[in-house]
């Protein structure tokens, strides 16, 4: 019976403590938590690194009057004689392609050079557009990149799918109004070709049944594309779809992975998510001192929103793994009722009772 009670109590303290798990995951969704506890939505995670913005980098360091490394000047020269010769974009140094992240191109000489590699690099190709749709080319107007952007998308470039994509769900092409149809296919095709952001937006157009019929098993597995790759987002809404069975089957483990990985990238929501996957794990009872550590990290880093609703829920989780098994409760059988006594003879061939036995009748509804 002892054991029993233990059992019992010890199902009472995970009830609890998923009720505060449920509580702390909660927090993620208000409105009251800013910015700074949460990931930054207007983050982009595709980099854009490629020959052409590397050479921009060289220029402007000449134009600065910067030191230039001999081997860089070597790569420089390279990729104008290959530009000039029509052939494939030499591969600058790692070095070099690091510093070239998401530039926009806006010196001219440059894109006269990069415009050498239009009819057979798509990358260079949606550069020259992007630096006409972001007013840095001038001479021409917006069609010109629109139409260099649409030839770039159709030779799969994953930027140009990507932003023709979100420029027909901004109705840019339709009188304003949304066309989700016409920039789904080309975002799902961004998502595919291995663009981040894209891979997120999808997931949310999946989850949600925008422009397109709503697929949760869809959903989660672009979601955990970008998750895998970094996406701040996307790890959150993949944590809440394993956490709710959605789309994936509920595995708090995983979710505590995921909680844990943001965390330690130095997102405090992640320490929510950890906090909160083990709270609901199979095991709670033994997660006593890691549950309370994320939490602990999550008020300390966070901003006053977050204390002032994890603090709260801190001392409630401490209070349940602290309480003791509840005692035996006082208990008393059931009144006895006892059995009728029967009397069960044999008959001979003759039909003669012989050999009588008295017992008591245990077939009956009795105890004893």
Not at 99 to 105: E, F, G, K, P
Not at 141 to 165: I, T
Not at 321 to 348: E, G, H, I
Request: proline letters at 5%; hydrophobic letters at 40%; a neutral charge.
């Amino acid at each position: 019976m002892a054991v029993d009670n233990r059992f019992r109590g010890g199902q009472a303290m995970k009830r609890a403590l998923v009720f505060a798990a449920a509580a702390l995951l909660g927090i993620g969704v208000t409105q009251s938590v800013v910015a700074s506890s949460k990931p930054d939505i207007a983050k982009t995670y595709f980099e854009r690194r490629n020959c052409h913005l590397a050479y921009d980098v060289l220029v402007e360091d000449n134009s600065a009057g910067r030191g230039i490394a001999a081997a860089d000047v070597e790569w420089a020269r390279s990729y104008e004689n290959a530009g000039t010769a029509g052939e494939a974009c030499p591969e600058p140094p790692e070095t070099l392609l690091a510093r070239s992240s998401n530039r926009i191109v806006a010196n001219q000489e440059v894109l006269a050079v990069v415009n050498r590699y239009r009819e057979r690099d798509p990358r260079a190709k949606f550069e020259l557009a992007y630096s006409v749709l972001t007013g840095k080319f001038t001479g021409v107007g917006p069609e010109v990149g629109w139409a260099m952007l649409r030839e770039a998308a159709a030779a799969g470039e994953p930027s140009s799918l990507f932003l023709l994509g979100n420029g027909h769900v901004a109705g840019l092409f339709n009188n304003n109004q949304a066309d989700y149809a016409s920039g789904h296919p080309l975002i799902e095709q961004a998502a595919q070709a291995g663009h981040i952001d894209a891979m997120f937006l999808v997931g949310n157009m999946y989850k949600e049944g925008i422009g397109v019929r709503k697929d949760s098993r869809r959903a989660f597995e672009y979601y955990r594309q970008a998750a895998e790759r970094g996406h701040s987002y996307a790890t959150i809404m993949a944590f809440s779809m394993i956490s709710e069975g959605e789309g994936t089957r509920k595995d708090f483990d995983l979710a505590y992975r995921l909680g844990r990985s943001m965390a330690e990238q130095g997102e405090v929501y992640g320490a929510v998510m950890a906090a909160s996957a083990l709270l609901q794990s199979r095991d709670v009872l033994a997660h006593k001192d890691e549950a309370l550590y994320w939490m602990d990290v999550a008020i300390r880093d966070g901003d006053a929103d977050i204390r002032s609703q994890i603090t709260p829920l801190r001392a409630q989780a401490v209070e349940i793994y602290n309480r003791p098994p509840p005692p035996p409760r006082d208990y008393s059988p059931r009144p006895f009722k006892a059995c009728p006594m029967k009397t069960v003879c044999l008959v001979n061939s003759s039909g003669v009772q012989w050999q009588c036995t008295t017992n008591k009748d245990y077939w009956n509804d009795c105890d004893g």
